[in-house]
């Protein structure tokens, strides 16, 4: 291939990939060497090289102000800034003054560089999809009777099994059924230590094979997948358009119509009323109509909010639009549930209480031979216990279980019962015991040998380690109420919720009471939070004014209903979003104020006639390109 077939391809590329940055790179080349044209005295070269700096640069806004003015019949930004340019080059070869020919390129020129900014930062979010995209394996490796076979990730069927291969890329969701191997899940869930993974665990499709071998099961279909929901909810974001966008788009088209209503005044009264020539007239109507145009306010807010998701991403918050980054911000209350959310929803044996004559050791053994028979979310935590402590277990025999009660068989010859104390028939021995661990909101079971009472286990739902410190976190952000829903008996949520710093409780709720407490909180705090996991939570996450789902431990009902995901199941993220919302709002505030402050100083600029086309021209294109640099601030961490 040789130098140029290179360096032809080079540009092809480039045009295709940044086709904004390479238009306003050639028109301001043409713009440049038109303006040296005319500095050197050669006429004809300049009025060759500008017209097609006026193409090259002008022609996407022309199609896009045409197609709106025909199919939609309204006027906007485009088409005013070709207006004016077009009108500067008629003036400019009416007047025989060939440099306002250059004003109309600079004109076109600079809108088109602040049209390749905008595009930028479109960009930057852009490529959290196409990176999680390139994640995406287009072939899985399943096993066969006959061997092993690549087939498209399409095909896959759930019940598939499938083999992945150190270093390889996960293909699908799936469970391991066989292996034992590290994981990165930062593409999903930003986390950027390897998470260890065993027999029984879920995988999620993107996220990359440490050093061991895994067998994987498929148990959902590949579309609906975590990170292909991700990436569908990204893209979903970015057609929508938070509230603010929608009303500064709305006000524009009105807008653009006063302009040109007051542009055609300007260009007929001066010289009746201010005794204007017709030429400084149509001069100052033209620069009138470049410096009210409102650029720099539309690009007030999309590049900001679209920064501010990107941060989101980086961090593991997933916002599905705009507008609930916008939304967040404005939170004075939040509603958590509690189970699986503020707490593990795993249960996790917290204490052990012999009764005379026996040891802790003795009784989680017995229990836990007993248990290992047991589906129950209770006797799967005893019999984890006892493999945490490495306690050889005996093998039970005529295993029964009570339904609501507990559990009996043969351990050892001995008739082991668990469960609760009317059950074992409970003596009064540990009875106050039973009472204080059940009153800090402990479940309790108790075992026995026969007639004899072993003793008994305390088995709680266990705080995520972070909770606590997310609580205080968000009392120091300014967050008035924090509020927590919970399912469980008044006593438990009490104890829980003074331990976590919580003060408003709403205990043993339906669902259909979480909806009901969350309009309750949206007539007294206006904008209210909810964040749950769970299906039971999607009525309230949808009612909520914004809706947080964890995106591990949540439920696909969760997830798709939820306006934001913490992908890392990382409950202090949370507060790392407020704080996003809240830079958002300030960063939008802020460009909002400069560009309405320049174009009324550019106003009144130009109706004292202090100003000339270029310097209206930079000032206007200008305040748009700094408010897009603005927005690229909350790229920032």
């Given at each position: 291939?040789t130098?140029?077939?290179?360096?032809?391809?080079?540009?092809?590329?480039?045009?295709?990939?940044?086709?904004?940055?390479?238009?306003?790179?050639?028109?301001?080349?043409?713009?440049?060497?038109?303006?040296i044209?005319?500095?050197?005295?050669?006429?004809?070269l300049?009025?060759?090289?500008?017209?097609a700096?006026?193409?090259?640069?002008?022609?996407?806004?022309?199609?896009?102000?045409?197609?709106?003015?025909?199919?939609?019949?309204?006027?906007?930004?485009?088409?005013?800034?070709?207006?004016?340019?077009?009108?500067?080059?008629?003036?400019?070869?009416?007047?025989?003054?060939?440099?306002?020919?250059v004003?109309?390129?600079?004109?076109?020129?600079?809108?088109?560089?602040?049209?390749?900014?905008?595009?930028?930062?479109?960009?930057?979010t852009?490529?959290?999809?196409?990176?999680?995209?390139?994640?995406?394996?287009?072939?899985?490796?399943?096993?066969?009777?006959?061997?092993?076979?690549?087939?498209?990730?399409?095909?896959?069927?759930?019940?598939?099994?499938?083999?992945?291969?150190?270093?390889?890329?996960?293909?699908?969701?799936?469970?391991?059924?066989?292996?034992?191997?590290?994981?990165?899940?930062?593409?999903?869930?930003?986390?950027?230590?390897?998470?260890?993974?065993?027999?029984?665990?879920?995988?999620?499709?993107?996220?990359?094979?440490?050093?061991?071998?895994?067998?994987?099961?498929?148990?959902?279909?590949?579309?609906?997948?975590?990170i292909?929901?991700?990436?569908?909810?990204?893209?979903?974001?970015?057609?929508e358009?938070?509230?603010?966008?929608q009303?500064?788009?709305?006000?524009e088209?009105?807008?653009?119509?006063?302009?040109?209503?007051?542009?055609?005044?300007?260009?007929?009264?001066?010289?009746?009323?201010?005794?204007?020539?017709?030429e400084?007239?149509?001069?100052?109507?033209?620069?009138?109509?470049?410096?009210?145009?409102?650029?720099?306010?539309?690009?007030s807010?999309?590049?900001?909010?679209?920064?501010?998701?990107?941060?989101?991403?980086?961090?593991?918050?997933?916002?599905?639009?705009?507008?609930?980054?916008?939304?967040?911000?404005?939170?004075?209350?939040?509603?958590?549930?509690?189970?699986?959310?503020?707490?593990?929803?795993?249960?996790?044996?917290?204490?052990?209480?012999?009764?005379?004559?026996?040891?802790?050791?003795?009784?989680?053994?017995?229990?836990?031979?007993?248990?290992?028979h047991?589906?129950?979310?209770?006797?799967?935590?005893?019999?984890?216990?006892?493999?945490?402590?490495q306690?050889?277990?005996?093998?039970?025999?005529?295993?029964?279980?009570?339904?609501?009660?507990?559990?009996?068989?043969?351990?050892?010859?001995q008739?082991?019962?668990?469960?609760k104390?009317g059950?074992?028939?409970?003596?009064?021995?540990?009875?106050?015991?039973?009472?204080?661990?059940?009153?800090?909101?402990?479940?309790?079971?108790?075992?026995?040998?026969?007639?004899?009472?072993?003793?008994?286990?305390?088995?709680?739902?266990?705080?995520?380690?972070?909770?606590?410190?997310?609580?205080?976190?968000?009392?120091?952000?300014?967050?008035?109420?924090?509020?927590?829903?919970?399912?469980?008996?008044?006593?438990?949520?009490?104890?829980?919720?003074?331990?976590?710093?919580?003060?408003?409780?709403?205990?043993?709720?339906?669902?259909?009471?979480?909806?009901?407490?969350i309009?309750?909180?949206?007539?007294?705090?206006?904008?209210?939070?909810?964040?749950?996991?769970?299906?039971?939570?999607?009525?309230?996450?949808?009612q909520?004014?914004?809706?947080?789902?964890?995106?591990?431990?949540?439920s696909?009902?969760?997830?798709?209903?939820?306006?934001?995901?913490?992908?890392?199941?990382?409950?202090?993220?949370?507060?790392?979003?407020?704080?996003?919302?809240?830079?958002?709002?300030?960063?939008?505030?802020?460009?909002?104020?400069?560009?309405?402050?320049?174009i009324?100083?550019?106003?009144?600029?130009?109706?004292?006639g202090?100003?000339?086309?270029?310097?209206?021209?930079i000032g206007?294109?200008?305040?748009?390109?700094?408010?897009?640099?603005?927005?690229?601030?909350?790229?920032?961490?």
């Open positions: 291939m130098p140029n077939s290179i360096s032809i391809s080079r540009i092809s590329q480039l045009a295709e990939e940044h086709p904004d940055a390479v238009t306003a790179a050639l028109c301001g080349i043409l713009v440049i060497l038109g303006s044209a005319l500095q050197l005295g050669w006429l004809g300049a009025v060759l090289i500008l017209p700096a006026y193409v090259i640069g002008g022609y996407s806004s022309t199609r896009e102000g045409l197609t709106t003015l025909f199919e939609e019949h309204e006027l906007d930004v485009d088409l005013l800034m070709i207006v004016a340019a077009l009108g500067a080059a008629g003036l400019g070869l009416w007047r025989r003054e060939y440099h306002l020919i004003d109309g390129a600079v004109l076109i020129l600079i809108f088109a560089i602040s049209g390749a900014l905008e595009g930028y930062a479109m960009q930057r852009e490529r959290s999809i196409r990176s999680l995209m390139s994640l995406t394996a287009d072939t899985a490796r399943v096993i066969m009777y006959d061997g092993e076979r690549l087939v498209a990730i399409a095909k896959l069927e759930i019940g598939d099994r499938l083999l992945v291969k150190p270093g390889e890329i996960i293909p699908t969701d799936a469970i391991i059924v066989e292996g034992y191997s590290a994981l990165n899940q930062a593409s999903i869930t930003g986390e950027s230590m390897p998470v260890e993974k065993t027999a029984g665990d879920e995988v999620y499709a993107g996220t990359i094979n440490g050093a061991g071998a895994l067998q994987l099961e498929v148990h959902k279909s590949p579309e609906s997948s975590l292909q929901r991700v990436i569908r909810l990204v893209q979903q974001a970015q057609t358009a938070p509230p603010s966008q009303f500064v788009e709305k006000f088209r009105g807008y653009a119509k006063l302009i040109v209503g007051l542009g055609l005044l300007l260009a007929i009264l001066p010289p009746f009323v201010l005794g204007w020539s017709w400084d007239t149509i001069y100052r109507a033209l620069i009138f109509l470049v410096v009210a145009s409102p650029c720099a306010l539309m690009a807010i999309m590049p900001a909010l679209l920064s501010g998701m990107a941060n989101g991403a980086k961090q593991g918050i997933l916002f599905k639009s705009g507008a609930q980054l916008e939304i967040i911000g404005k939170v004075r209350a939040i509603a958590f549930d509690k189970t699986g959310t503020l707490t593990t929803g795993k249960p996790q044996v917290i204490q052990i209480v012999p009764a005379t004559g026996y040891t802790e050791t003795e009784v989680l053994q017995l229990a836990a031979a007993l248990e290992a047991s589906e129950h979310a209770i006797g799967q935590a005893i019999v984890q216990a006892a493999q945490q402590q306690l050889p277990l005996s093998s039970a025999i005529d295993v029964q279980a009570k339904i609501g009660q507990g559990i009996v068989g043969k351990v050892d010859n008739i082991i019962t668990i469960g104390a059950f074992v028939r409970a003596t009064a021995e540990l009875t106050q015991v039973s009472h204080q661990l059940q009153a800090e909101g402990k479940t309790v079971v108790w075992v026995a040998n026969g007639d004899k009472i072993l003793g008994i286990i305390a088995v709680a739902d266990t705080f995520r380690p972070e909770a606590a410190a997310t609580i205080k976190r968000l009392q120091k952000l300014g967050i008035e109420h924090i509020i927590m829903l919970t399912g469980d008996n008044e006593q438990t949520a009490q104890h829980i919720a003074r331990q976590l710093g919580i003060n408003e409780v709403y205990a043993e709720l339906l669902p259909e009471d979480k909806v009901r407490i309009k309750k909180l949206q007539t007294q705090y206006q904008t209210v939070a909810m964040v749950g996991d769970g299906i039971n939570d999607a009525p309230a996450l949808a909520a004014s914004v809706g947080i789902a964890m995106g591990i431990s949540g696909d009902v969760a997830l798709e209903t939820a306006d934001i995901v913490l992908m890392a199941d990382k409950l202090e993220q949370l507060a790392h979003a407020i704080s996003l919302g809240r830079r958002a709002q300030n960063v939008v505030k802020q460009n909002i104020v400069f560009a309405l402050s320049c009324i100083l550019l106003l009144a600029a130009n109706f004292l202090n100003i000339t086309m270029p310097i209206g021209v206007h294109e200008g305040s748009t390109v700094l408010v897009t640099l603005s927005g690229l601030r909350l790229l920032r961490h």
